[in-house]
Nanobody, 124 residues
Framework: QEQLVESGGGLVQAGGSLKLACAASGRTINYYAMAWFRQTRGKEREFVAAVSRIGGMTYYADSVKDRFAISRDNAKNTLYLQMSSLKPEDTAVYYC?????????????????WGQGTQVTVSS
C-alpha cells in the first residue's frame, strides 16, 4: 500500500512562488506515473500536471503551462511541483496521486493512490 504525504502549501501573494512536495512511502516511485491535481470547494478535482513512469515525460494543464514544473526525485522518493507566477485562481487544495500504468492519465479515476492534500492560497 502506497502512502503519499504532501507538504509545502501556504499563503502567497499573486506573482509569488511555492514548491510543493509529495513524499511516498512503500514502493519506490519508480513504479508509478505521478500527478498533481487540485480542487476548490464545490468543484471537481482537476488535473494540473503529471510525469510518466518511464522517461520522465511531463504533461500540464493549459492553465498552468509555462508557470508550473513537475519533477520527481526517485532517490528521495519524492514528487515536486514548483509553482511560479501564481494567480488567485490557483487557490485550491493540491493533491498528489500515483498510478502503476505506463501511460499518463489525466483523470481522477485512473489513479490508485492519493495524498491528503495541501492548501495553497494566493492573495490578490
Amino acid at each position: 500500500q502506497e502512502q503519499l504525504v504532501e507538504s509545502g502549501g501556504g499563503l502567497v501573494q499573486a506573482g509569488g512562488s511555492l514548491k510543493l512536495a509529495c513524499a511516498a512511502s512503500g514502493r519506490t516511485i519508480n513504479y508509478y506515473a505521478m500527478a498533481w491535481f487540485r480542487q476548490t470547494r464545490g468543484k471537481e478535482r482537476e488535473f494540473v500536471a503529471a510525469v510518466s513512469r518511464i522517461g520522465g515525460m511531463t504533461y500540464y494543464a493549459d492553465s498552468v503551462k509555462d508557470r508550473f514544473a513537475i519533477s520527481r526525485d526517485n532517490a528521495k522518493n519524492t514528487l515536486y511541483l514548483q509553482m511560479s507566477s501564481l494567480k488567485p485562481e490557483d487557490t485550491a487544495v493540491y493533491y498528489c496521486a500515483a498510478t502503476e500504468t505506463y501511460n499518463v492519465p489525466r483523470t481522477v479515476g485512473t489513479y490508485d493512490y492519493w495524498g491528503q492534500g495541501t492548501q495553497v492560497t494566493v492573495s490578490s
